[in-house]
């Protein structure tokens, strides 16, 4: 199952990436960064910032995690934030999305 598979992190405020040496995560002790996180999913919609801004704020910050294990997903998307997600690299799934195909995604490593 998902909840087998994958060990889930919400965070409530903006840090730093946490493959980026540059600075410190206060949740995490630095040397369980590296491999602490494979891969990043985040809703459109979330309050002070949108999922595309947190995206483009962490590629601005030299996250090192790749473009295809970042994804993003939103029930409603207008064509300028399909463009925009699109241009990140980032992996967009449309709500509902079925359990499986996100879990086949971050099973993937393409």
Not at 38 to 51: A, E
Not at 82 to 91: E, I, P
Request: aromatic share 12%; proline share 5%; hydrophobic share 40%.
């Amino acid at each position: 199952s998902l909840a087998k598979s994958f060990h889930a992190v919400n965070f409530f405020k903006l840090v730093l990436c946490p493959r980026n040496s540059l600075g410190l995560w206060n949740e995490f002790r630095e040397q369980d960064w590296k491999n602490y996180f494979d891969m990043i999913l985040t809703d459109n919609q979330m309050p002070g910032m949108t999922g595309l801004e947190f995206l483009d704020w962490i590629k601005q910050n030299n996250c090192p995690l790749p473009h295809h294990r970042k994804a993003i997903i939103s029930g409603l998307w207008r064509d300028k934030e399909l463009k925009t997600a699109q241009s990140l690299g980032c992996h967009i799934f449309h709500k509902p999305a079925p359990i499986e195909t996100i879990h086949s995604w971050a099973l993937t490593d393409e």
